[in-house]
């Protein structure tokens, strides 16, 4: 199960400069925990002891995980997730 | 599918109800006086709706603005004699709302609305967007609305929760180019104070490429001509759409035209390839 994860300017010191990686798993938290397998510490920056941190979003085929099942979220072949820190808009 | 055509209010955007709203909800709170300064943070249409209602009642504004919006932003705001202090491009609405509140903090006169927690926003479209809705398609099944300020989804969304709560609240949030999440660390993030995430069923990111084809198909096949915040909500809703139909049920989904292609003329958007239109906005605030 090998998902593409875009990765914001702000945690590409983790990923090497990468903007976008892939990780395995089946759901979104296992992509997390393989993604810190390979990129050590990006987990810490993306999830507290709540969960999500509160101005992280991630998202899987463009639909924001808090409105699907969060952490829990089934992950599929193929699937784009998007990490992007919260920001003002209007 | 339906359009709620929010260009036409007086100065051209859905901003005219919250700001009438918020201004005046102060009038009436005593915060704003006769002659008084008003000071906000904007990335336009807000800006835009304050300066035409500053000049009617006699007040002065000042505009804190991202560098990064069409010039048509600028000449609006001149137009209707407000002061603009512009804030860096990097960091987006997030840096103005920083230099803003910076700017407040150090002017105890001057009189910050402040679009993004003054309740009296989202209340404007729970007095009459959501009740306008629900009178003219009573039929309504989900609500589709950009997700900025939150101030259009919080107060449409808490009037439909009262009123009609198997409606879906779905919110359409535009992914902008990289510069505009130049944060120097994830603790500088923005959550509107106003924001309550239980009023909303989904929430969908939206890039510029997706906004601006359904900008021209909007303006192709129903000759409506709106800005690009428009068609990354119509993305969003043509995506509730055809879940919709794969699954074999009827939806009537009303969607928020938010403002009118006016403003964006100069950035090229709106003809040429969809990759030199795509990279005409790379870095702007296009929503």
């Known amino acids: ?90 | 599918m339906w359009a709620k055509l929010e260009d036409r209010n007086p100065t051209g955007s859905i901003k005219d109800r919250a700001v009438r709203s918020m201004v005046e909800q102060a009038e009436r709170e005593g915060i704003l006086k006769p002659g008084a300064t008003l000071l906000e943070p904007t990335s336009g249409n807000t800006g835009i709706a304050l300066a035409m209602i500053s000049k009617l009642r006699g007040y002065q504004l000042i505009c804190v603005m991202p560098e990064n919006t069409s010039p048509e932003r600028t000449q609006l705001l001149t137009m209707w004699g407000a002061r603009i202090i512009y804030s860096s491009a990097v960091g987006g609405s997030n840096e103005a709302v920083r230099v803003a509140k910076v700017l407040a903090a150090e002017n105890p006169d001057w009189v910050m609305l402040y679009q993004y927690g003054n309740p009296a926003n989202a209340q404007a479209h729970y007095n009459t967007t959501g009740p306008e809705l629900l009178a003219d398609l009573p039929t309504l099944t989900h609500f589709v609305a950009g997700l900025g300020t939150t101030g259009t989804l919080m107060g449409v969304g808490r009037y439909l929760r009262e009123h009609r709560p198997e409606v879906k609240i779905v919110a359409a949030e535009p992914r902008y180019g990289e510069l505009v999440y130049g944060l120097r660390n994830l603790d500088e993030g923005f959550v509107p104070e106003i924001y309550d995430e239980s009023m909303l069923s989904s929430r969908f990111s939206v890039g510029a490429r997706d906004a601006i084809r359904r900008t021209r198909e909007l303006m192709d096949l129903e000759g409506i001509f709106a800005g690009f915040s428009t068609g990354a909500i119509l993305h969003a809703a043509l995506g509730i759409a055809e879940k919709a139909q794969r699954a074999g049920e009827s939806a009537d989904i009303a969607f928020i035209v938010c403002d009118g292609g006016w403003k964006y003329l100069s950035t090229g958007a709106y003809e040429g390839s969809l990759n030199d239109a795509e990279t005409a906005l790379e870095g702007q605030l296009w929503a």
């Open chain 1, 1 to 90: 199960m090998s998902v593409e994860v875009r990765v914001p300017t702000i945690l590409r010191p983790l990923t090497g400069g990468e903007k976008v990686v892939t990780a395995n798993g089946e759901t979104l938290a296992a992509v997390v925990a393989d993604l810190d397998g390979t990129y050590p510490g990006i987990s810490d920056r993306l999830l507290d002891d709540s969960g999500l941190r509160r101005f992280v979003n991630i998202y899987v085929n463009d639909e924001d995980v808090r409105f699907l099942a969060g952490l829990q979220t089934l992950v599929a072949d193929q699937d784009a997730i998007t990490i992007l820190p919260a920001v003002a808009g209007g």
